[in-house]
């Protein structure tokens, strides 16, 4: 085929109407002796114009593999020896669709018909050959000198090595984040403690596949005497370390729980060990308590987005006060703030994965969020699934979600009988303990337990009014509850000196009480209760049936 009667417009490039025939170095310029005679003779030998050299010769010694191809269905009319050797001989003058099959293997036909259309050159990086190698293609239009119609150079360049390292790093990506979400996801609870008076469900969602994993967190911890608390957290960045820190936190927060402080001194305590712990790595977290003979949520924020909570009703509110700093900042006092959680109500708390989006203002998200827990209902599973589909969370978003829900449900019917208090205020002297151990079996007879459990709780009140009498300060008060599960005993009073379990010498005349009260009941505790004073509780596991 005649070569020179094809003219290619290359991308980036315009083809030179005539040779250049002037010499490189001129006559007046070596007048000026500005480059030695010897050399001036060697640099005057005229380089041959590119229209000059022979075409075929140069695309036969090409490594990259060139194919020409012309007319509408494509028929063959030139491939180049690199080519022949990656794909065999091919006959010319067929179309390519029966001479180039591996071309319409890997999609590339199409492309062929719309460079003829368009007249504009297109490129397809990185396709596997039927040979087990990749290229890229460049398909550039082409036309004949003579009219005779038009055509196709097919260009493609080896690069096997350049997207066996992009799979390479990619796989590695791949292993880093499964890594990553195997380490947060083994971190997160297995299964949510179930509290008495709360119904709970909680979601992750890790980021797409080409987001790295991030720190979020939850976490329930049952406080006893009937309280609960609740964690949330964001733990800023990427990958294994964000997912590292996180499972510090978390670690960190159910060991402070323990201690039964109120939610501000909580984050103090996180706050000084997120700093130890790295002090370029900051976090987010809300840490909430619910004792069901208060009706609400005390709770405190670092930099955490606000609880939602709907009502009875179905009106939704928003703690949006107090909110300190993130944990790890330092040099914050951290305050507690409260929102209602009565019977019947629903609270929502979540990490920025659910709300935040991109071009879109944060508030515009909690207020989507809002309405959309106004209008769920159902368990809290389905209203936690609900939630995320109303965020249009897929597999493929861009940022982790945590979203916890949590119901105070109201108790009505037969399930009213299991779940009661009955409370006394503890007024006078000495002469309160007979009283005290009266009412307790009064009550402990209405609510028709066993003998053995109502002997046990009216040994135990006995023994906690009498600690209270003995090392407390009025106000005092004694207060029964009873779930599906267990009886609760507590009683408060106005001095905030915890009581310690100790061993009692034989000649000790007291100090047996807390021991007493550890020994007969499934679990006990104390804590300090809001504006001074203490509150020590004990447990007894109800037996089933």
């Excluded at 159902?378 to 209203?383: A, E, K, L």
């Excluded at 028709?448 to 009498?469: I, K, M, Q, T, W």
Aim: aromatic share 4%; hydrophobic share 40%; charged share 25%.
């Amino acid at each position: 085929m005649n070569f020179t009667r094809w003219s290619a417009r290359l991308p980036g490039t315009q083809r030179r109407a005539a040779a250049r025939t002037d010499d490189l170095v001129t006559e007046d310029r070596l007048s000026e002796g500005a480059v030695p005679a010897a050399r001036a003779e060697q640099l005057t030998v005229p380089a041959p114009a590119v229209d000059e050299l022979p075409v075929r010769e140069v695309l036969d010694r090409v490594p990259a593999l060139v194919a020409l191809v012309h007319g509408p269905d494509h028929r063959l009319a030139y491939v180049n020896d690199a080519y022949v050797v990656a794909f065999g001989l091919r006959p010319t003058g067929e179309p390519a669709r029966q001479a180039l099959p591996e071309l319409e293997e890997i999609g590339l036909l199409p492309l062929l018909d719309q460079v003829l259309r368009s007249g504009k050159p297109r490129t397809v990086k990185s396709r596997k050959a039927p040979d087990g190698r990749s290229y890229t293609f460049t398909c550039t239009p082409v036309t004949q000198g003579d009219g005779g119609g038009g055509g196709v150079l097919v260009f493609a360049t080896d690069v096997t090595d350049h997207a066996e390292a992009a799979e390479r790093l990619r796989a590695s990506e791949r292993r880093q984040r499964e890594t990553a979400v195997t380490l947060q996801r083994s971190l997160l609870p297995q299964e949510l403690e179930e509290p008495d008076d709360l119904r709970i469900a909680a979601t992750y969602h890790p980021g797409g596949t080409e987001a790295a994993v991030g720190g979020d967190w939850y976490d329930v911890i049952t406080l006893g005497g009937g309280r609960t608390a609740l964690v949330i957290g964001d733990v800023m960045g990427r990958g294994v370390r964000a997912a590292a820190v996180m499972g510090q936190l978390r670690t960190a927060v159910r060991a402070y729980a323990r201690l039964d402080l109120p939610p501000h001194e909580i984050l103090q305590l996180l706050d000084g060990l997120a700093m130890e712990i790295d002090a370029n790595q900051i976090a987010t977290c809300v840490y909430a308590i619910h004792d069901p003979n208060e009706g609400k949520l005390v709770y405190a924020s670092a930099g955490h987005l606000p609880i939602l909570v709907r009502d009875e009703s179905g009106v939704v509110l928003r703690a949006d006060e107090p909110t300190g700093p993130p944990l790890g900042t330092g040099g914050w006092m951290h305050a507690s703030g409260s929102i209602p959680l009565g019977p019947g109500s629903t609270a929502v708390l979540y990490t920025d994965g659910l709300v935040e989006r991109r071009n879109e203002d944060l508030d515009e998200g909690i207020a989507a969020l809002e309405r959309a827990l106004a209008g769920a209902t159902g368990t809290p599973q389905v209203i936690c699934d609900r939630l995320v589909r109303s965020a249009g969370v897929t597999a493929e978003h861009d940022d982790d979600v945590a979203v916890m829900v949590l119901q105070h449900p109201a108790h009505t019917g037969p399930d009213s009988d299991l779940f009661r208090n009955a409370a006394l205020e503890l007024l006078g002297g000495v002469e309160a303990a007979p009283r005290a151990r009266a009412f307790a079996s009064g009550v402990l007879t209405s609510w028709r337990f066993p003998v053995e459990l109502h002997d046990l709780g009216v040994l135990a009140v006995s023994e906690l009014v009498a600690n209270s009498l003995q090392h407390g300060m009025p106000p005092m008060r004694l207060r029964l509850r009873r779930t599906d599960r267990r009886l609760i005993v507590e009683v408060t009073d106005g001095d905030d000196h915890l009581p310690r379990r100790r061993r009692a010498e034989p000649g000790d005349e007291s100090g047996r009480g807390i021991a007493i009260v550890a020994t007969i009941a499934s679990n006990w505790g104390s804590r300090r209760t809001p504006g001074g004073g203490k509150a020590v509780w004990c447990e007894f596991v109800l037996p089933k049936g």
